[in-house]
């Protein structure tokens, strides 16, 4: 079993940044990806970031160069850098893992999500 807890979101205003963490309860080296999703009002939940074991990113367009990823598997974290936000950066966001027990299965787990508004 695994469970995700997020924190660091909140009310920002235009330009200001904010770092959202994920703290993975047991070990994330069996984990691959991990990823940050969102949802705004009314719109369907959307991949921001990804991370893998190696480190590789990826990452929508819209946050491409404002919202870093990371990993810290040392503290079984993972991390969420949001920087010059937006109003259209608001909504909830949601840290999500996928681990493998075998080659062939795996299971989806995800965070209750933290709130990011971007408002003047």
């Known amino acids: 079993q695994v469970q995700l807890v997020e924190s660091g979101g909140g009310l920002v205003q235009p330009g200001g940044s904010l770092r959202l963490s994920c703290v993975v309860s047991?070990?994330?080296?069996?984990?691959?990806?991990m990823c940050w999703y969102r949802q705004a009002p009314g719109k369907q939940r959307e991949l921001v970031a990804t991370?893998?074991?190696?480190?590789?990113?990826n990452y929508i367009d819209s946050v491409k160069g404002r919202f870093p990823i990371s990993r810290d598997n040392a503290n079984n974290t993972v991390y969420l850098q949001m920087n010059s936000l937006k109003p259209e950066d608001t909504a909830v966001y949601f840290c999500?893992?996928?681990?493998?027990?075998?080659?062939?299965?795996?299971?989806?787990?995800w965070g209750q999500g933290t709130q990011v508004t971007v408002s003047s």
């Open positions: 991370i893998t074991n190696g480190g590789s990113t």
């Open positions: 047991g070990s994330i080296f069996s984990i691959n990806p």
């Open positions: 999500y893992a996928k681990r493998y027990y075998r080659a062939d299965y795996y299971v989806d787990y």
